[in-house]
């Protein structure tokens, strides 16, 4: 099972699995398919949108593990 961290980008992430688009948008990320975004790692985009990138990681590492 593949792992997600803070220097991935947007777009990585949802390669990995569009299921993750609902935690992200959760967080604040409302924009998951414009340029810019996608190419924003998870860490920078924590510090744009003003949310705790760990909890972020950790949630979508626990959304992973659940389809495991």
């Known amino acids: 099972m593949a792992t997600i961290n803070k220097d991935m ?3 990585q992430v949802l ?3 569009r299921g993750t688009a609902r935690i992200m948008m959760g967080f604040g990320l409302h924009c998951l398919g414009c ?9 920078q985009a924590s510090v ?3 949310f705790n990138v760990d ?3 950790h949630q ?3 959304y992973l593990a659940e389809k495991a």
């Open 55 to 57: 909890e972020l990681v």
């Open 15 to 17: 390669d990995m699995d």
């Open 9 to 11: 980008t947007i777009r």
């Open 48 to 50: 744009v949108h003003g």
């Open 35 to 43: 340029p810019h975004a996608t190419a924003e790692s998870l860490e």
């Open 60 to 62: 979508l590492n626990e």
